[in-house]
């Protein structure tokens, strides 16, 4: 127990930033957390080697990919910093496992692991561009569960939800990250559980990521002429999503940065919006 307490006194904030959003998030690659968090490689390399050792990370090898990179998710140490987590990334409602051991195996097992990692991609990008880029912010990254739970009234499950400031533009977004695993009409359907929100909170644009250019064509061909009660732009995986990437579904003549995009942060009343972004709130 002492030693475990002197690996707590050893962590650093950027330590305990990484730790928090594994608690939210479930898993990130070593490339993701060296894009967000780190100069080189190798001080991401040498870090999370450490990280490992005292526990406060686990680490095993990515299956989903040909690359075998490593990904890394909670330790018991970890546990202790952030005892109450997102533990199943397939069944939100199954019990709390009892080790950090018992949390990892749910995920490497998870059917939702590449999608994590896809979903968690956007918000890295982005997270990346404010370092070098002082007038953008992340302001806030929920998960599919925490965005599920905090607009639970209205009944959308969004892959990820953030809030994206650049110069005073301020926007935020729904992701549904998509691997063309579904068919168009199965993407068309999500957008429908955005039109209760609509009523009486956020109108936020939701951003349909999907893995082609043929696949981006053919849903802009669907949503052509299709009335929907938020903004829907559509972009491509591995373009930058800070950049002039979007397609809106409304007016697709042009392709917008995110922070172009069109957003309204809803009434401001708190008993028909609770969850409306304050510009001063802590993200």
Not at 1 to 7: E, P, T
Not at 136 to 151: F, I, N
Not at 190 to 201: C, I, P, V
Request: aromatic share 6%; hydrophobic share 40%; charged share 20%.
């Amino acid at each position: 127990m002492r030693d475990r307490l002197d690996h707590l006194r050893r962590l650093t904030l950027r330590d305990r930033q990484l730790l928090a959003w594994l608690a939210e998030h479930y898993v990130l690659s070593a490339g993701q957390i060296t894009q967000a968090l780190f100069p080189s490689e190798r001080s991401a390399r040498l870090r999370l080697a450490t990280l490992h050792t005292i526990e406060a990370l686990s680490r095993f090898v990515d299956v989903t990919t040909g690359d075998r990179q490593h990904l890394y998710a909670l330790g018991p140490l970890g546990m202790l910093v952030h005892p109450t987590t997102f533990h199943d990334p397939d069944h939100p409602d199954a019990r709390t496992p009892h080790t950090s051991f018992e949390r990892v195996a749910r995920i490497v097992g998870s059917r939702n692991l590449r999608h994590l990692l896809g979903t968690n991609q956007l918000f890295i990008d982005l997270i990346a561009h404010t370092r070098t880029h002082p007038d953008a912010q992340l302001r806030r990254w929920w998960s599919e569960q925490h965005a599920t739970g905090a607009y639970a009234i209205a009944g959308i499950r969004p892959d990820g939800h953030g809030i994206w400031s650049v110069d005073g533009h301020t926007v935020g977004f729904f992701l549904e990250h998509d691997n063309a695993t579904e068919p168009l009409a199965t993407v068309l359907a999500k957008l429908r559980s955005y039109s209760r929100l609509a009523e009486f909170g956020p109108r936020y644009p939701v951003l349909l990521r999907v893995p082609s250019r043929r696949r981006e064509a053919h849903l802009l061909d669907a949503l052509a002429g299709l009335t929907t009660a938020m903004p829907v732009a559509v972009g491509v995986h591995g373009e930058h999503p800070a950049g002039p990437v979007w397609t809106l579904a409304a007016d697709p003549a042009v392709r917008r940065c995110l922070h172009e995009l069109p957003s309204d942060h809803g009434p401001a009343n708190p008993a028909t919006n609770p969850h409306r972004y304050i510009e001063d709130a802590d993200a």
